[in-house]
Antibody
Framework: QVQLVESGGGVVQPGRSLKLSCAAS????????IHWIRQAPGRGLEWVAV????????YYADSVKGRFTISRDNSRSTMYLQLNSLRAEDTAIYYC?????????????????WGQGALVTVSS | QSALTQPASVSGSPGQSITISCTGT?????????VSWYQQHPGKAPKLLIY???NRPSGVPDRFSGSKSGNTASLTISGLQAEDEADYYC??????????FGSGTRVTV
């Protein structure tokens, strides 16, 4: 059974850092691109970043570029999101999300499996 | 990054059909057939309903259907059921290697 389990959320002061992890199981992790998507309390969904199956291609939303870093360790079936210079508007549930594939390393442009999310609260 | 435009709310009676629109630009919805739709119940993670504008994954009831014309994509729910009460989001790939979501639509049955 496919599982994506986020961890590392919590309360952090503005300007500080936090690192989220996403442990995957139940599928060939190294075949899939993985995204982070966030949702502020009571608000809509916002795409944050994506890392390709082999970690070689990475893209970020403009709102987090230069502050957040996405990475993955295929040997541990785990991906990470390093959040630096945090702001109040970064407060959200952060979802680890799988992108399906038909051919490895070829994007499919949608999301077929979501974790339950990790809450990050930026507050003084 | 401006969100795709969706109606804030849509309501219908059990058994009726409703349609949710999702309007973007030629840089996202209109430029690619890479529109997907997600259903989110309160306190839950989103669930994939439609991909590539009109394809339904296995396990999603055929009451859910998608289409696209120009810069606007649509999700139709036929034979509305109580369990369809949820938030619905469209999403599109956007030129420049990013993704944009719709503002979300609350469906009330």
């Amino acid at each position: 059974q496919v599982q994506l389990v986020e961890s590392g959320g919590g309360v952090v002061q503005p300007g500080r850092s936090l690192k989220l992890s996403c442990a995957a199981s139940g599928f060939p992790f190294s075949n899939h691109a993985i995204h982070w998507i966030r949702q502020a309390p009571g608000r809509g969904l916002e795409w944050v970043a994506v890392v390709s199956n082999d970690g070689g291609t990475i893209y970020y939303a403009d709102s987090v570029k230069g502050r957040f870093t996405i990475s993955r360790d295929n040997s541990r079936s785990t991906m990470y999101l390093q959040l630096n210079s945090l702001r109040a508007e970064d407060t959200a549930i952060y979802y680890c999300v799988r992108e399906p594939y038909l051919v490895v390393a070829v994007a499919t442009f949608y999301f077929d499996w979501w974790g339950q999310g990790a809450l990050v609260t930026v507050s003084s | 990054q401006s969100a795709l435009t969706q109606p804030a709310s849509v309501s219908g009676s059990p058994g009726q059909s409703i349609t949710i629109s999702c309007t973007g630009t030629s840089s996202d919805v209109g430029g690619y057939n890479r529109v997907s739709w997600y259903q989110q119940h309160p306190g839950k993670a989103p669930k994939l309903l439609i991909y590539e504008a009109s394809n339904r994954p296995s396990g999603v009831p055929d009451r859910f259907s998608g289409s696209k014309s120009g810069n606007t994509a649509s999700l139709t729910i036929s034979g509305l059921q109580a369990e369809d009460e949820a938030d619905y989001y469209c999403c599109s790939y956007r030129s420049g290697s990013s993704y944009v979501f719709g503002s979300g639509t609350r469906v009330t049955v």
